[in-house]
């Protein structure tokens, strides 16, 4: 029921989708990108005087017009309004609120097209400026889900399966950054470290696995063994 309702409103919305002439200027100056959160941005652009967004991999999702500043995303559910915030001169997207069409919030900030979040970052292989931005969202928040260590793990998990050391390496130490108070990272980095054949590396990781976590089997083998 809860999904024909759903449907049944962007059909309604759609139809009342209107065509505006945008002017070049506006469309400068509304086009770019806006913050969505710590990791992740809305893309918005015009193709043919059309107003389009990118968001969470969609290429292209084509919102329904209200009027030359309001639009509604199906794909957020949500009613968003281009504003600029008068102080500042800054330009935000804000999420238009269903108790007052009124009021305005200054929700996504528009930043820089060059702007790169940190796992975009991470894509690009710029390991030391991502490191930087998931070190600033954890000063924010330190339970933040976009510094999981567990998601870090299996992110160089995968690497390593795929026998892309080096950039396996590269993910154990950003989980080493973020989390130096568990043995798990550093029981992974030294397991990354000894598949590329830099045993010694290997060692120095286990023992510190093994300092935070003297139950640590896997760290204390290899280290009595190392020894050895």
């Given at each position: 029921m809860r999904v024909l309702f759903f449907l049944l409103i962007i059909t309604v919305l759609s139809a009342c989708s209107k065509h505006i002439d945008y002017s070049q200027e506006y469309?400068?100056?509304?086009?770019?990108?806006?913050?969505?959160?710590d990791d992740e941005v809305i893309d918005v652009y015009y193709k043919n005087k059309k107003l389009y967004l990118k968001w969470k991999g969609a290429k292209q999702i084509e919102p329904v017009i209200l009027?030359?500043?309001?639009?509604?995303?199906a794909?957020?559910?949500s009613k968003l309004r281009f504003v600029e915030q008068p102080e500042t001169k800054q330009r935000y997207l804000s999420v238009v609120s269903d108790e007052n069409e009124n009021s305005i919030s200054y929700d996504y900030l528009k930043v820089a097209d060059s702007f790169k979040t940190p796992t975009m970052l991470l894509k690009r292989k710029e390991y030391d400026k991502a490191l930087l931005g998931y070190l600033?969202?954890?000063?924010?928040?330190?339970?933040?889900?976009f510094i999981n260590?567990?998601?870090?793990?299996?992110?160089g998990y995968s690497l390593l399966r795929e026998k892309k050391y080096n950039e396996a390496i590269q993910i154990f130490k950003i989980n080493v950054a973020l989390h130096p108070e568990s043995d798990n990272v550093y029981d992974s980095l030294a397991e990354?470290?000894?598949?590329?054949g830099d045993s010694l590396q290997a060692f120095n990781n286990y023992k510190k696995a093994l300092e935070l976590n003297s139950g640590n089997k896997r760290a204390k083998d290899y280290v009595h063994s190392y020894k050895e």
């Open positions: 469309m400068d100056q509304t086009s770019g990108r806006y913050l969505y959160n009027d030359e500043n309001t639009f509604f995303v794909d957020m559910f600033e969202i954890q000063k924010k928040d330190s339970t933040s889900v260590e567990e998601d870090f793990n299996k992110k990354a470290h000894l598949k590329s």
